[in-house]
């Protein structure tokens, strides 16, 4: 009731009175709202890159690395993704091969 407050006097008015009172602010409020957080949202989509894209496989080389530096992660398990990468073109290039 505070924004409201400033536009409306609700002095001796009943609760239905002041209730119609504040609906619109609700809905503008409301609206806004929505209308900002869709475009944080989109905002946020257009900033993430897409997964074939360079900057995203450099980003996690080096997460790779920091994580191999700090003792948390093998070299085999900061490579794993690669690894089935690896398998599966060499199981594809086998079966070419077959024919």
Do not use: C
Request: proline share 2%; hydrophobic share 45%.
């Amino acid at each position: 009731m505070f924004f409201p407050s400033w536009f409306v006097d609700y002095q001796g008015e009943d609760l239905a009175e002041v209730a119609a009172g504040e609906k619109n602010f609700a809905l503008v409020g409301l609206v806004v709202t929505l209308f900002f957080f869709f475009g944080y949202l989109f905002y946020q989509w257009k900033l993430s890159p897409s997964d074939d894209s360079e900057g995203t496989e450099k980003r996690h080389g080096q997460m790779g690395i920091k994580q191999m530096e700090a003792g948390n992660v093998t070299l085999r398990g900061a490579l794993y993704y690669e690894l089935l990468q690896s398998k599966s073109v060499y199981k594809n290039v086998l079966f070419i091969i077959s024919f």
